[in-house]
């Protein structure tokens, strides 16, 4: 599969530091990801980030915030989830078993306890993997993934 596209799920209080790797990945790649907060047009972010409405205010959302994300997924050639643990994260973990499950394209996990049983079955399934910065997932993507191609 010639990955050109990758989903990019993270939970939202990381938002603001995965946007900047995220536009510095795609500047010296080429590669396209999707960034579910910022790649689609969400007016509601845009009000978040300037302090007008919380996080918790997306609940009237939810239908068009799911089903965007869905599309997306279904549109990208896999997913890249960056997870923390200790930061709380609904999206993230959905997005990664709806990619497995039922896209079936590969998951990239990237997450700073790489041990957990759930992210080495579902690299494991999916064809991707899990590795523990950023840094490391983009060296085993053009090693073990783009240059394969």
Do not use: Q
């Not at 915030?65 to 959905?94: C, F, N, Q």
């Not at 394209?105 to 690299?123: C, D, E, Q, R």
């Amino acid at each position: 599969m010639k990955i050109k596209k990758l989903y990019l799920a993270h939970p939202f209080p990381t938002r603001l530091k995965i946007r900047g790797w995220e536009e510095d990945f795609e500047r010296r790649t080429g590669l396209e990801l999707v960034n579910p907060f910022y790649d689609r047009s969400r007016v509601e972010i845009e009000k978040i980030d300037k302090g007008l409405l919380s996080p918790y205010d997306l609940k009237r959302y939810f239908k068009k915030i799911v089903e965007g994300d869905l599309k997306a997924i279904d549109e990208s050639d896999g997913i890249v989830a960056y997870h923390r643990h200790g930061i709380p994260a609904w999206g993230t973990p959905m997005e990664v078993m709806y990619m497995v499950f039922v896209a079936k394209k590969p998951v990239f996990i990237v997450t700073n306890k790489p041990g957990h049983p759930w992210s080495l079955y579902m690299a494991w399934k999916s064809g991707g993997f899990v590795v523990k910065t950023l840094k490391e997932f983009e060296d085993r993507l053009f090693a073990e993934v783009i240059d394969d191609e």
